[in-house]
């Protein structure tokens, strides 16, 4: 499944460009939240990573924000992406 933010930025999110914590959406147009993302550390080239947790359920991760939407930080096996 997909999760947005309503960050307006293209590409991803530098970590230092990065609040502490923003609202998750099931779909970019929602005007509600269905979680949280908090801003957890940094990867690969700066990109902020992040924790998300939907529906009162952390999620595995981390996960990386780019162009409004959460992806997976790490591909199949766990290898960083």
Known sequence: MTYFANVIR???????Q???SIAV???A???EPIGIAHCINWGGEGSALWE???RGGRLEGPWLLADGAFIAARGPAGRPR
């Open 10 to 16: 293209p590409g991803p999110i530098g970590y230092h």
């Open 18 to 20: 990065a609040a502490g």
């Open 25 to 27: 959406f099931g779909r």
């Open 29 to 31: 147009a929602d005007s």
């Open 52 to 54: 998300l947790t939907v």
